[in-house]
């Protein structure tokens, strides 16, 4: 069975506070001697992430 896929939108200034958070919390479990693995493969997700255009639509109910 395939892994459920999630995405978000993120602009320019919100994906490099998202890879700040990600790269200090990698500094702080290399500095305690734990495995970065995990946090490794999302910080390379997040940077590799293809840019889309795509239109919000605002509708109420």
Do not use: H, P, S, W
């Not at 958070?21 to 001697?33: D, F, T, V, Y």
């Amino acid at each position: 069975m395939r892994d459920k896929k999630y995405y978000i939108a993120l602009d320019d200034f919100e994906q490099r506070v998202v890879v700040n958070c990600l790269n200090e919390m990698r500094n702080n479990l290399i500095a305690n001697g734990k495995y970065t693995d995990a946090v490794d493969e999302v910080l390379l997700k997040i940077i590799d992430a293809k840019q889309k255009k795509f239109k919000v639509i605002y509708r109420e109910a």
